[in-house]
């Protein structure tokens, strides 16, 4: 009957097997069968009923087995705990198996399942004892490359870095056809990466990827390879990696590899190429910033090119960016007037400002200011600009700058149709011929009132000996011919 029942139990007949373990401890209670129908019927219950055994165990406890079958009860009391996760009660009764009268298989088994156990409640101080007992006791058991690197773990988990590094080299050397030898490979990058081994890491991430070319973590491994070729300004090298590690990972290492990309791109000064990474990375990715000097420098240079587009993109994106670090806030300038030139008048409104919210020089101050007022009168908002030139004046009280003030308020006047009081703002501008003619080209370009009857100049307070035969035309009612008339 203990045969069948064996049988049944073996097929998966549970209810069949429970039957006739059942009748063999009640027909023969005084037999050795008996006794061992009542262990087999444990292993029934473990495999079929595990929330059960629990209290079948301590039941079984009760007939006071003997020692070793008691500890083969316990076991798979502990088995059932370690099955149903709870592990903190699975602890205490794998630790009393170690002096239990199991075979040194079983004894094994249950060593190795404590140190398991105080993996997952994280005890590292006991997941490094438990494991040391394992290595120190079954020093010949196929297991202890495993023992090795649970314990490598808890000791680089515990920053024992050393010490974690001696038992992966016990793996990689008494063990090199280990199962353990890829995490092992692996670890070992990674924690000399921890103690700023920078070759030590690379050396070891190109032996795993070396001997495992398909392995799971070929990303990450060509990433730090990649990081480390940047941190050492070998700047090929390190694209050659990054690149590798996107390709392989794109949802872990597409941002972080392709930020180290921008900037080894940067620092080759690359423009063809790291424009077109910044713009596949900025479509891709739009949430995480560009580095912030990247995004001046891109922006200046198209600038300087009069891609005004181009830099008005990469400023726009850079004025975005909270923390800009050690970028200067001249480059608001340079996107005010990038906007300007495309007639955004809103974003260069927007560039100005926040420049003026922020700058301490007085000259950046007026400058900016200057260009502001410009973008008012384009604008057709002649009080803002008013109130700009009156600013600029209070900051640069004489000089170039306080010229080009008063001829904004001399356009300010004309924007309302006030041409007396154009004229004698323009009057009043005494320092125009320290204003280099580079600069006066610029006032060319303002807008004429051709829609206003001409009047002498004598009526805008013009010297007669300048005006006498000068009358205000289509062709000179430009302020700069205002001016030259008024001035020359």
Same mark, same amino acid.
């Given at each position: 009957?203990?045969?069948?029942?064996?049988?049944?139990?073996?097929?998966?007949?549970?209810?069949?097997?429970?039957?006739?373990?059942?009748?063999?401890?009640?027909?023969?209670p005084?037999?050795?069968?008996?006794?061992?129908a009542?262990?087999?019927?444990?292993?029934?219950?473990?495999?079929?009923?595990?929330?059960?055994?629990?209290?079948?165990?301590?039941?079984?406890?009760?007939?006071?087995?003997?020692?070793?079958?008691?500890?083969?009860?316990?076991?798979?009391?502990?088995?059932a705990?370690?099955?149903?996760?709870n592990?903190?009660?699975?602890?205490?009764?794998?630790?009393?198996?170690?002096?239990?009268?199991?075979?040194?298989?079983?004894?094994?088994?249950?060593?190795?399942k404590?140190?398991?156990?105080?993996v997952?409640?994280?005890n590292?101080?006991?997941?490094?004892?438990?494991?040391?007992?394992?290595?120190?006791?079954?020093?010949?058991?196929?297991?202890?490359?495993?023992?090795?690197?649970?314990?490598?773990?808890a000791?680089?988990?515990?920053?024992?870095y050393?010490?974690?590094?001696?038992?992966?080299?016990?793996?990689?050397?008494?063990?090199?056809?280990?199962?353990?030898?890829e995490?092992?490979?692996?670890?070992?990058a990674?924690?000399?990466?921890?103690?700023?081994?920078?070759?030590?890491?690379?050396?070891?991430?190109?032996?795993?990827l070396?001997?495992f070319? @398909?392995?799971s973590?070929? *990303?990450? %491994?060509?990433?730090?390879? /990649? $990081?480390a070729?940047?941190? &050492?300004? +070998?700047?090929?090298?390190?694209?050659?990696?990054l690149?590798a590690?996107?390709?392989?990972?794109?949802?872990?290492?597409?941002?972080?590899?392709?930020?180290?990309?921008?900037?080894?791109?940067?620092?080759?000064?690359?423009?063809?190429?790291?424009?077109k990474e910044?713009?596949?990375f900025m479509?891709?990715?739009?949430?995480?910033?560009?580095?912030?000097?990247?995004?001046?420098w891109?922006?200046?240079?198209?600038?300087?090119?009069?891609?005004?587009?181009?830099?008005?993109?990469?400023?726009?994106?850079l004025?975005?960016?909270?923390?800009?670090?050690?970028v200067?806030?001249?480059?608001?300038?340079?996107?005010?007037?990038a906007?300007? @030139?495309l007639?955004?008048? *809103?974003? %260069?409104?927007?560039?100005f /400002? $926040?420049?003026?919210?922020? &700058?301490? +020089?007085?000259?950046?101050?007026?400058?900016v200011?200057?260009?502001?007022?410009?973008?008012?009168?384009?604008?057709?908002?002649?009080?803002?600009?008013q109130?700009?030139?009156?600013e600029?004046m209070s900051?640069?009280?004489?000089?170039?700058?306080?010229?080009?003030?008063?001829?904004?308020?001399?356009d300010?006047?004309?924007e309302?149709?006030?041409?007396?009081?154009?004229?004698?703002?323009?009057?009043g501008?005494?320092?125009?011929t320290?204003?280099p003619?580079?600069?006066?080209?610029?006032?060319?370009?303002?807008?004429?009132?051709?829609?206003?009857?001409?009047?002498?100049?004598?009526?805008?307070?013009?010297?007669?000996?300048?005006?006498?035969?000068i009358?205000?035309?289509?062709e000179?009612?430009?302020?700069?011919?205002?001016?030259?008339a008024?001035?020359i």
């Amino acid at each position: 009957m203990l045969l069948a029942a064996n049988r049944e139990r073996e097929l998966g007949h549970a209810k069949e097997a429970e039957e006739l373990y059942r009748q063999i401890i009640a027909n023969y209670p005084d037999r050795e069968e008996a006794k061992d129908a009542a262990y087999q019927r444990l292993i029934n219950v473990y495999n079929s009923d595990p929330s059960a055994l629990l209290a079948e165990v301590e039941e079984f406890l009760k007939t006071d087995p003997t020692g070793e079958r008691a500890d083969q009860a316990k076991l798979l009391k502990a088995e059932a705990l370690y099955k149903q996760q709870n592990y903190a009660e699975a602890v205490p009764v794998y630790a009393e198996l170690r002096a239990s009268q199991l075979s040194s298989k079983l004894r094994a088994e249950s060593a190795y399942k404590l140190g398991l156990s105080y993996v997952q409640t994280k005890n590292v101080s006991e997941i490094i004892e438990a494991f040391t007992y394992y290595v120190q006791t079954f020093p010949d058991n196929p297991q202890v490359p495993a023992a090795l690197a649970q314990r490598a773990l808890a000791y680089e988990q515990d920053k024992n870095y050393n010490a974690a590094l001696s038992d992966l080299n016990l793996i990689l050397t008494k063990y090199p056809s280990a199962h353990e030898r890829e995490a092992a490979l692996q670890l070992k990058a990674l924690i000399l990466g921890q103690q700023e081994n920078a070759k030590g890491m690379v050396d070891t991430f190109r032996q795993l990827l070396k001997e495992f070319p @398909k392995s799971s973590v070929a *990303a990450q %491994a060509q990433y730090y390879i /990649g $990081k480390a070729a940047f941190e &050492a300004k +070998d700047y090929k090298t390190a694209m050659v990696a990054l690149n590798a590690a996107r390709q392989l990972n794109k949802e872990q290492y597409y941002n972080l590899a392709s930020l180290r990309l921008i900037l080894c791109q940067f620092h080759l000064k690359a423009r063809p190429a790291l424009t077109k990474e910044v713009n596949n990375f900025m479509a891709t990715s739009p949430t995480v910033n560009v580095p912030a000097e990247v995004l001046e420098w891109l922006g200046i240079e198209y600038f300087n090119e009069k891609n005004y587009e181009a830099a008005e993109k990469y400023l726009s994106a850079l004025a975005k960016i909270d923390n800009r670090g050690s970028v200067k806030p001249d480059f608001l300038f340079y996107l005010g007037d990038a906007a300007t @030139k495309l007639k955004n008048v *809103a974003e %260069a409104e927007d560039a100005f /400002g $926040k420049y003026l919210q922020i &700058a301490t +020089d007085p000259a950046g101050k007026a400058k900016v200011l200057l260009a502001l007022g410009a973008v008012k009168i384009g604008a057709h908002k002649p009080d803002d600009a008013q109130r700009i030139a009156e600013e600029i004046m209070s900051l640069q009280p004489e000089g170039r700058v306080n010229a080009e003030a008063r001829l904004l308020a001399g356009d300010v006047q004309l924007e309302r149709g006030n041409f007396d009081d154009a004229g004698k703002a323009f009057m009043g501008v005494r320092c125009f011929t320290t204003i280099p003619p580079s600069r006066r080209g610029l006032w060319t370009k303002r807008r004429p009132h051709t829609n206003v009857p001409a009047k002498p100049m004598k009526q805008i307070g013009c010297p007669g000996s300048y005006t006498n035969d000068i009358r205000i035309t289509p062709e000179v009612r430009s302020t700069a011919s205002v001016v030259r008339a008024c001035l020359i």
